[in-house]
């Protein structure tokens, strides 16, 4: 198994940037292809990005496409989400998970099996 844990989340500004980060511990973290999701009050758990074991595959909602990069750091066990130009309707809870189908790039919920506790991000106009 392996045990995940968000950082980096906060109050922001619209346009402003902020970064997430995903420690991963526990079993070998390139075994595993990872995601960020987020909620938003009232909505469900939704896809923001993905990248495969590898690092070499990363796929995105078009919500965030052109403004959100996924990123990998072996030699750290973490993961990261940068944000740029955000906005508003970004607000959510972000929550890191993985997956042990180490070619994933995309998918739902129900396609990861290990999640973090999840990370506030509040954008403010």
């Known amino acids: 198994q392996v045990q995940l844990v968000e950082s980096g989340g906060g109050l922001v500004q619209a346009g402003g940037s902020q970064r997430l980060s995903c420690a991963a511990s526990?079993?070998?973290?390139?075994?595993?292809?990872m995601a960020w999701f987020r909620q938003a009050p009232g909505k469900e758990r939704e896809f923001v990005g993905g990248?495969?074991?590898?690092?070499?595959?990363?796929l995105y909602a078009d919500s965030v496409k052109g403004r959100f990069t996924i990123s990998r750091n072996v030699a750290k066990n973490t993961v990261y989400l940068q944000m740029n130009s955000l906005k508003p309707e970004d607000t959510a809870v972000y929550y890191c998970?993985?997956?042990?189908?180490?070619?994933?790039?995309?998918?739902?919920?129900?396609?990861?099996?290990?999640w973090g506790q999840g990370t506030q991000v509040t954008v403010s106009q």
């Open positions: 990248i495969t074991w590898s690092g070499d595959i990363t």
């Open positions: 526990g079993r070998t973290f390139s075994s595993y292809a």
């Open positions: 998970a993985a997956t042990n189908l180490i070619y994933r790039a995309i998918g739902g919920p129900r396609d990861y099996d290990y």
